[in-house]
C-alpha cells in the first residue's frame, strides 16, 4: 500500500485565539455544560468497536461490488483509469507532470534513464491557489495554472534535455471524480474539496465537460507547446509511481486535502466491462470512496458541517477523516467546549467562531500536533486523561494530512 498526504503551509495566525486577551476580542457566554461532558460524549461518538468496523468494512464492500456492477450503481463510482499497463523502469527521457486536486497545484519535471540510471534528475514547483479561483470560473483557474507551468517550462536547463523535433509530454493528475474516457480524455462528475468552479463563453468546467480539452485551451493562450499524454487521478498516479519502483504494489491510498483509494482489479471481475474488449487482464480502478456514507458513526459535529457545507449530503467519509475538514471539526468542538464549558474563562475568543479558522494548518508536523495537544491539555487540566484520550483519537487522523 503506498500512502500519500499534502502539506499546507502553516500560518502563524493559526492559534491566536489561544493567546491572551490582548490579541484576541472575547464573547461572553452562560455555561451549560462542562467540557469533559463534551468530550466524554464525542468519545462515545467516535468509538469504533470490532463489530462497528466489521459492518462498516461490510458495507464498503457492498458498495464496491454494486459500482462495479453498474454505472451509477453505488455512492462509489469505482472509476474505470484506462490504466492497463505499468511502469517497467525502462522509460528514457524528459517527462512533466501537472497535479491539482487541493489547496495547492504542484508541476515537475523529471529526467528517466532507463533501467540502469533510473532517476537521473527532478525539479518540481508547488503553488498556492488563491481562494477566491476556487470558486471563481475555470477560465481563471485554469490560466492561472497555465501560466504558473509556462514559467516552470521557461527554468527548464541543466541536466533535463529534450530531444530536437520531440514534443513535450505532461501527465495530468486531476484529483476529482472523473469519469474517463480514454487514457487522456476524461469527463468531469462533480468538483470536492471546497471546489465550486463555474463555467464561462469561451471555456467552461462544470460536470459533463473534458478536463484534458480545458486545460489544453489554457495552455494554448499561453502559447505553451505541451501534449497531455496520460489523465489520472492522484491515487491513479500514486500506484502507477509506485510500480516504477515495487511490481508488487496493488493498492494506494490518499489521506490529504481529501481521500481516495484505488487498486489493481481484473477486467473479469468489472461486470459493467464485460461488453468491451482489451487486450489487458486487470485495470486500475478508483473507488472515488470519499463518498462513501453506509454504517459511518457520526457526531454532532460531523452532522453540522456537512449541513454547512457547499455540498450537504456528499462525501461523507472524506469530511470525517480528510484534511480539508479535519481543522473544521477539532474547531467546532472547541467552540463548543468554549461556550457550554471553561476552556477560555468566562469568554469566546471571537476569531473561534471563524469558519475554517484552522483549515491551513499543516497537521502533518508532529511537533506542531504535540504543541497543538499541549496546549489543549494545560488548558482543561482539570479534567484529567479524558481530553488527552479524545484528541489522540483526532491526532490519528490529523498526522496524515
Known amino acids: 500500500m503506498a500512502v500519500v498526504g499534502t502539506s499546507n503551509t ?23 455544560s462542562s467540557s469533559s461532558g463534551i468530550l466524554t460524549n464525542l468519545q462515545n461518538k467516535c468509538d469504533t468497536p470490532l463489530p462497528v468496523l466489521r459492518h462498516v468494512a461490510d458495507a464498503m464492500a457492498t458498495d464496491m461490488r454494486a459500482g462495479l456492477a453498474v454505472d451509477g450503481g453505488s455512492d462509489l463510482k469505482m472509476i474505470l483509469s484506462y490504466v492497463d499497463s505499468f511502469p517497467t523502469g525502462n522509460e528514457k527521457g524528459l517527462f512533466y507532470a501537472l497535479d491539482l486536486g487541493g489547496t495547492n497545484f504542484r508541476v515537475l519535471r523529471v529526467q528517466l534513464g532507463g533501467k540502469d540510471k533510473r532517476v537521473i534528475d527532478t525539479e518540481f514547483e508547488q503553488v498556492s491557489i488563491p481562494q477566491e479561483l476556487m470558486s471563481s470560473t475555470s477560465e481563471d ?26 514534443e513535450r509530454e505532461i501527465g495530468f493528475t486531476f484529483s476529482f471524480p472523473v469519469k474517463q474516457t480514454s487514457i487522456d480524455s476524461g469527463i468531469l462528475i462533480k468538483w470536492t474539496k471546497g471546489f465550486a468552479v463555474s463555467g464561462t463563453v469561451s471555456i ?12 489544453n485551451e489554457a495552455m494554448e493562450r499561453q502559447g505553451l507547446h505541451m501534449r497531455v499524454s496520460a489523465l489520472v487521478n492522484d491515487t491513479v498516479a500514486t500506484l502507477a ?68 457545507s457547499i455540498n450537504p449530503g456528499e462525501q461523507i ?24 464549558g471553561s476552556l477560555f474563562g468566562d469568554a469566546v475568543p471571537e476569531n473561534l467562531c471563524m469558519p475554517f479558522l484552522l483549515r491551513q494548518v499543516s497537521f502533518s508536523s508532529v511537533t506542531l500536533l504535540k504543541h497543538y495537544l499541549s496546549i489543549l491539555r494545560f488548558s482543561l487540566f482539570t479534567f484529567g486523561s479524558v481530553l488527552y484520550f479524545s484528541l489522540s483519537k483526532f491526532s490519528w487522523l490529523l498526522i496524515t494530512e
Open 10 to 32: 502553516i500560518h502563524k495566525s493559526s492559534f491566536s485565539f489561544l493567546r491572551s486577551n490582548k490579541t484576541s476580542k472575547m464573547v461572553t457566554v452562560v455555561r451549560s
Open 141 to 166: 483557474l485554469f490560466g492561472f495554472i497555465a501560466s504558473g507551468l509556462a514559467n516552470f517550462v521557461q527554468t527548464e536547463g541543466g541536466r533535463f534535455s529534450l530531444p530536437n523535433g520531440k
Open 204 to 215: 467552461s468546467l462544470y460536470a459533463g465537460n473534458d478536463v484534458v480539452a480545458c486545460l
Open 241 to 308: 509511481g509506485a510500480r516504477y519502483w515495487d511490481e508488487d504494489v496493488m493498492v494506494a491510498v490518499i489521506l490529504g486535502t481529501g481521500t481516495n483509494a484505488c487498486y489493481v482489479e481484473r477486467m473479469d471481475a468489472i461486470p459493467k466491462l464485460q461488453s468491451q474488449m482489451s487486450s489487458s487482464r486487470s485495470t486500475i480502478i478508483s473507488t472515488e470512496w470519499g463518498a462513501f456514507s453506509n454504517g459511518l458513526p457520526l457526531t454532532e459535529f460531523d452532522e453540522d458541517m456537512d449541513a454547512a
Open 317 to 340: 467519509f472524506e469530511k470525517t477523516i480528510s484534511g480539508m475538514y479535519l481543522g473544521e471539526i477539532v474547531r467546532r468542538v472547541l467552540l463548543k467546549m468554549a461556550e457550554t
